[in-house]
């Protein structure tokens, strides 16, 4: 089962800010928090990764609470094209008992509207 | 670079028959793993394959196999297809070491829709 709790969807208009929240308040000390994100019929996407800093890339930014139980993936300025299903996942480097398993829950359904 | 390659992009086959699926990985990456999505649910674990070992299963049963091969690409077999089998079968590959400290990324290619009828 996924360790992660995330709303199953969300709107956000174009332009704006999207911030797309993830518990996780069972999080081992060796677990990472990854997104990721899937454009319909297309495979998975990463987006960006942390242990228990904030982290930013090209993409998006990261924000993990100190207590490491919920994080919140933000996309600063949603386009069109951001539009897809986002997946917070909670994994050891290497996946889950170093199997390379990743385990996806229902993810986030993030639609933007213009 | 070319990204994760799978063939077929879509196949149709009938109850009961044998499918094959296949993978490339990103040059370079030596691990492959295969994952099932059923339609309206996130991806689902099937295998992963390190240096041509198998390194990790989920919980699919013995109809479902794969091996990887010496240049690191990988097939993913089900035999006796169940309508159930119906669904996107992708392929994701890393550069990944059991190595702490090391990054773990995982590329996925866009999948081989299956459908069983």
């Known amino acids: 089962d996924a360790k992660t709790t995330q709303p199953p969807s969300m709107d956000c208009a174009e332009g704006r800010a999207a911030n797309l929240p993830c518990n996780h308040s069972t999080i081992s000390g060796n677990e990472y928090v990854y997104w990721y994100r899937q454009i319909h019929s297309q495979g998975p996407q990463y987006i960006i990764h942390?242990?228990?800093n904030n982290e930013t890339n090209e993409m998006a930014s990261l924000i993990i609470t100190e207590d490491r139980k919920s994080s919140t993936l933000i996309l600063p300025h949603a386009t069109l094209r951001d539009t897809a299903v986002y997946y917070c996942?909670?994994?050891?480097?290497?996946?889950?008992?170093?199997?390379?398993?990743?385990?996806f829950g229902q993810g986030t359904t993030l639609q933007v509207k213009p | 670079d070319a990204g994760v390659t799978q063939s077929p992009t879509h196949l149709i086959k009938t109850r009961g028959q044998h499918v094959t699926l296949r993978c490339s990985p990103i040059s370079g990456h030596k691990s492959v793993s295969w994952y099932q999505q059923v339609l309206g649910q996130g991806p689902q674990f099937i295998f992963q394959?390190?240096?041509?070992?198998?390194?990790g299963r989920g919980n699919f049963p013995d109809r479902f196999s794969a091996r990887q091969f010496p240049n690191y690409s990988s097939e993913l077999n089900v035999n006796a297809l169940l309508l159930g089998d119906s669904a996107l079968y992708l392929c994701?590959?890393?550069?990944?070491?059991?190595?702490?400290?090391?990054?773990?990324?995982?590329?996925f290619g866009s999948g081989t829709r299956l459908t069983v009828v």
């Open positions: 942390g242990l228990k």
């Open positions: 394959y390190y240096e041509k070992e198998e390194r």
């Open positions: 996942i909670v994994s050891p480097k290497g996946g889950s008992s170093n199997t390379g398993k990743l385990i």
């Open positions: 994701a590959s890393s550069w990944w070491a059991m190595t702490p400290g090391s990054y773990y990324g995982y590329t």
